[in-house]
């Protein structure tokens, strides 16, 4: 039997690690860690574990992407998400969706309902109302400061997070990856940031990894950051050797902060950053004991 393995995100950023934000964050990475696990202990299969634990991470106050998203400038949430199934190398994706819970589950239904791969704004929208996908209002989005762990006077100055993610391998030794976000503060409308984007914001590809990125998107989406990452797996470095790689070519090609979650065809694990900091959990193996977190 292959080595099930999980990994999850929190996002990466300027995060205060000893607020009661990163906190909640990383409850909500262990949470998702190990409910895609029981997903892949129970012989699901590895789209299936990522998109279990997204909705968790999705679901957290305290995390950008699904409930608790970056507002605009105009006061409204757009989201973004990526999901791709390494068996293959189909996808799919939503960028600039409104009003929806759970993008990461509205990009898997453009992948498995539609013969195209990324829907954006309206359109993705009105795909969401043909197919009858659970619809909400734009305030079950919003949290107010002191719901997601920072107090009123602390409202959030510069990015503390950013996107969430999480990629799986499962017991039959197939990838996924799946990627989700709120996309940065105070953006612009219509701005769409790597999450969405094929091969920067995620990749997942049986024959090298699974990967999903987080950070400052103008950066990654520059140098194809996750697909990079599985290049890297290709060439003989290990997951984690291919993380740190692509980290040290973005910030020398571009200048970027980022953090990087993987896992290769083996199961073996990556995690990187070079931000302050970026919640994850892990579990490697077939029992819970093989769980892992960090910042
Ligand atoms: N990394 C998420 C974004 O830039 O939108």
Same mark, same amino acid.
């Given at each position: 039997?292959?080595?099930?393995? /999980?990994?999850? &995100?929190?996002?990466?950023?300027?995060?205060?690690?000893?607020?009661?934000?990163?906190?909640?964050?990383?409850?909500?990475?262990?949470?998702?860690?190990?409910?895609? &696990?029981?997903?892949?202990?129970?012989?699901? #299969? =590895?789209?299936? $574990?990522?998109?279990? $634990?997204? &909705?968790?991470?999705?679901?957290?106050? =305290?995390?950008?992407?699904?409930?608790? %998203?970056?507002?605009?400038? @105009?006061?409204?949430?757009?989201?973004?998400?990526?999901?791709?199934?390494?068996?293959?190398?189909?996808?799919?994706?939503?960028?600039?969706?409104?009003?929806?819970?759970?993008? /990461? %589950?509205? $990009?898997?239904?453009?992948?498995?309902?539609?013969?195209?791969?990324?829907?954006?704004?309206?359109?993705?929208?009105?795909?969401?109302? @043909?197919?009858?996908?659970?619809?909400?209002?734009?305030?079950?989005?919003?949290?107010?400061?002191?719901?997601?762990?920072?107090?009123?006077?602390?409202?959030?100055?510069?990015?503390?997070?950013?996107?969430?993610?999480?990629?799986?391998?499962?017991? &039959?030794?197939?990838?996924?990856?799946?990627?989700?976000?709120?996309?940065?503060?105070?953006?612009?409308?219509?701005?769409?940031?790597? #999450?969405?984007?094929?091969? %920067?914001?995620?990749?997942?590809?049986?024959?090298?990894?699974?990967? %999903?990125?987080?950070?400052?998107?103008?950066? /990654?989406?520059?140098?194809?950051?996750?697909?990079?990452?599985?290049?890297?797996?290709?060439?003989?470095?290990?997951? @984690?050797?291919?993380?740190?790689? =692509?980290?040290?070519?973005?910030?020398?090609?571009?200048?970027?902060?980022?953090?990087?979650?993987? /896992?290769?065809?083996?199961?073996?694990?990556?995690?990187?950053?070079?931000?302050?900091?970026?919640?994850? $959990?892990?579990?490697?193996?077939?029992?819970?004991?093989?769980?892992?977190?960090?910042?």
């Amino acid at each position: 039997m292959a080595n099930l393995a /999980i990994v999850v &995100h929190g996002g990466a950023g300027a995060w205060d690690i000893e607020s009661e934000r990163m906190q909640v964050g990383l409850a909500a990475c262990r949470e998702a860690a190990l409910a895609g &696990h029981a997903v892949l202990k129970a012989g699901g #299969s =590895a789209l299936d $574990a990522v998109e279990t $634990a997204v &909705h968790i991470l999705e679901d957290c106050p =305290a995390l950008d992407a699904g409930r608790g %998203s970056y507002l605009n400038t @105009q006061g409204e949430v757009e989201m973004d998400a990526l999901i791709m199934d390494g068996r293959s190398l189909n996808m799919g994706a939503v960028a600039a969706i409104q009003r929806v819970r759970h993008p /990461i %589950s509205l $990009a898997r239904r453009v992948m498995t309902d539609t013969e195209h791969a990324f829907l954006v704004g309206p359109g993705a929208g009105a795909f969401a109302d @043909q197919i009858g996908f659970p619809r909400c209002a734009t305030e079950d989005l919003i949290v107010p400061p002191e719901a997601n762990g920072s107090a009123p006077a602390k409202p959030l100055a510069g990015p503390l997070g950013d996107t969430v993610g999480a990629v799986a391998f499962d017991i &039959h030794g197939d990838l996924a990856a799946a990627t989700s976000t709120g996309g940065t503060r105070n953006k612009m409308p219509g701005r769409v940031g790597d #999450s969405p984007l094929v091969g %920067s914001g995620g990749y997942a590809d049986n024959w090298t990894a699974a990967v %999903s990125a987080t950070g400052q998107g103008e950066a /990654i989406m520059k140098v194809v950051l996750s697909k990079r990452v599985c290049d890297l797996v290709s060439d003989g470095l290990s997951a @984690q050797a291919a993380c740190e790689a =692509a980290i040290r070519l973005l910030e020398e090609r571009v200048g970027g902060e980022c953090g990087l979650i993987a /896992i290769d065809a083996q199961g073996q694990v990556g995690v990187a950053r070079n931000t302050r900091a970026m919640p994850y $959990a892990f579990v490697m193996g077939e029992d819970e004991g093989g769980m892992v977190d960090g910042r």
